[in-house]
């Protein structure tokens, strides 16, 4: 039985989570997520890392609650550096920005904290494609892509696993360019800013989050208008042809599935 109550978001985060898995949550806080994915039964054994005290006593405090001190470990440390190499075969890391997400799996993969991992579950705040840009560089490809809104607020959740040619698990086929439906040609620069997957099944979230962008974009145009300086005139091109391609992208979606 699931006993604790998930928001939707860290809900979806937890269906990334193989059955069976020993999990690490990386920057878990409350330790929601580790507690659910054992009462639910997903994971068979946990670990919560977190480098802040005040999270970390709060993920003790939920994991004590929970009465599963015997299942999950919580360690304090920065990023992946609370694990040893082979002990967790899923990583989940939720909440930050894609940047700090990219920058502790980098370092844990330094550290060969990423061996035996089998799936990263994923949750930028921010930042998906330099996180998307990461993985792919890594040898990580994506298996899936999900966007929703909850409480005014939009997610995007990435999975991924260790890149598998005998598999047909590619970077080079995820990324490669997608003809949309009126013929628009998705590049992969478009493609790591938007998502591969994302693009190929886009949902009402995905539509808001990408008209709020143009919405941020033409504020900054406008602000721009003002100055008469050659590096504005520049700007000011740039962010048009991206309003332009953005724009060009959503009237290619398939109006039926928004
Ligand atoms: N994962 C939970 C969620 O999605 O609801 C909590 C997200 S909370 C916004 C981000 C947490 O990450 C904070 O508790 C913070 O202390 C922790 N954190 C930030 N940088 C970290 C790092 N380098 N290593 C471990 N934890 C980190």
Redesign the pocket.
């Known amino acids: 039985m699931n006993n604790v109550k998930l ?1 939707d ?2 809900q979806l ?1 937890l269906e990334q989570v193989p059955a069976g898995s020993r999990l690490a ?6 330790a ?2 580790p507690v659910a994915a054992l009462e639910s039964g997903t994971a068979v054994s946990a670990i919560a ?4 005290p ?3 006593d ?2 003790c405090k939920g994991v004590a609650e929970a009465g599963l001190g015997h299942k999950i470990a919580v360690r304090r ?6 694990l040893q190499p082979g002990e967790a075969d899923c990583i ?5 920005g894609g940047s ?1 997400i990219a ?2 799996l980098d370092r844990g993969q330094s550290g060969g904290k990423l061996e035996g991992v089998k799936t990263l579950a994923l ?1 930028p ?1 921010v930042g998906e494609d330099i996180l998307r840009r990461w993985l792919l560089g890594n040898g990580w490809v994506l298996t899936a892509e999900h966007i929703l809104e909850e409480d005014g607020k939009i997610y995007e959740i990435l999975t991924a696993v260790p890149e598998d040619p005998a598999a047909g698990l590619t970077n080079e086929q995820l990324y490669a360019e997608q003809t949309l439906g009126s013929g628009l040609v998705c590049g992969r620069d478009l493609l790591l800013q938007m998502g591969p997957l994302l693009l190929q099944k886009p949902n009402g979230a995905f539509l808001s989050k990408w008209q709020g962008e143009i919405a941020k974009l033409e504020g900054i145009l406008t602000s721009l208008s003002r100055s008469e300086l050659e590096s504005a005139e520049e700007k000011r091109n740039k962010i048009k042809a991206q309003i332009t391609t953005i724009s060009e992208v959503l009237s290619c979606l398939p109006k039926d599935k928004l």
């Open positions: 928001s978001r860290l985060v949550d990386i920057g878990s806080d409350h929601l997520l890392g977190e480098v802040n005040g999270p970390f709060a993920a440390g920065d990023g992946l550096e609370v989940s890391i939720a909440g930050m700090l920058a502790i949750q705040n």
